[in-house]
T-cell receptor, first 109, second 113 residues
Framework: RKEVEQDPGPFNVPEGATVAFNCTYS??????FFWYRQDCRKEPKLLMS???SGNEDGRFTAQLNRASQYISLLIRDSKLSDSATYLC??????????FGTGTRLQVTL | DTEVTQTPKHLVMGMTNKKSLKCEQH?????MYWYKQKAKKPPELMFV???????INESVPSRFSPECPNSSLLNLHLHALQPEDSALYLC????????????FGPGTRLTVL
């Protein structure tokens, strides 16, 4: 079983739609969680950290459920520029980020 | 300024060449990382430096040799690479090693002929 699992997609959604990505992690010792976005042939960029209380940044909302070892990302009012691969990341032992394989999002007109 | 810079952007080298990748950050971060990323795969951790000391080596072959000359700079020396080493090499930094967000540089796209 992979340490961080994501649906690879692709998710094809029209502009303006709401889309949700889910991610599960297997290491219960994981302490910190993040969503990164990666455009084709570019570096991963930190989108947001994920907290137990949930957090929101504009159109993006992230949630963490430690009991179920589950992380989610909700994107509202999707834009064409949101098209990218979204990487779910868990940080377990110090320094080491464990990446999911990524979920590809394609927003269309 | 959350910026990590890397040079060169692209590198083509033969299997007998010696080359170096460079990474720099001016955010005062004390942890720096090297990752390797193949197409359609997530980044794989190679090395971690904490306070200029190597703290993690993920069983990387000795043809990759990291160096941290000071708290802002990280190098990756390459020697006798194989074609399967062709990948995007990413540098990242974070405030400390413990559970902090990591910020990535744009990467060096390496091709080994």
């Amino acid at each position: 079983r992979k340490e961080v699992e994501q649906d690879p997609g692709p998710f094809n959604v029209p502009e303006g739609a709401t889309v949700a990505f889910n991610c599960t992690y297997s290491n219960s010792a994981s302490q910190s969680f993040f969503w990164y976005r990666q455009d084709c042939r570019k570096e991963p960029k930190l989108l947001m950290s994920v907290y137990s209380s949930g957090n929101e940044d504009g159109r993006f909302t992230a949630q963490l459920n430690r009991a179920s070892q589950y992380i989610s990302l909700l994107i509202r009012d999707s834009k064409l520029s949101d098209s990218a691969t979204y990487l779910c990341v868990a940080s377990g032992t110090a320094s080491k980020l464990t990446f999911g394989t990524g979920t590809r999002l394609q927003v269309t007109l | 300024d959350t910026e990590v810079t890397q040079t060169p952007k692209h590198l083509v080298m033969g299997m007998t060449n010696k080359k170096s990748l460079k990474c720099e950050q001016h955010m005062g971060h004390r942890a720096m990382y090297w990752y390797k990323q193949k197409a359609k795969k997530p980044p794989e951790l190679m090395f971690v430096y904490s306070y200029e000391k190597l703290s993690i080596n993920e069983s990387v072959p000795s043809r990759f040799s990291p160096e941290c000359p000071n708290s802002s700079l990280l190098n990756l020396h390459l020697h006798a690479l194989q074609p399967e080493d062709s990948a995007l090499y990413l540098c990242a930094s974070s405030q400390e090693t413990s559970y902090n967000e990591q910020f990535f540089g744009p990467g060096t796209r390496l091709t080994v002929l």
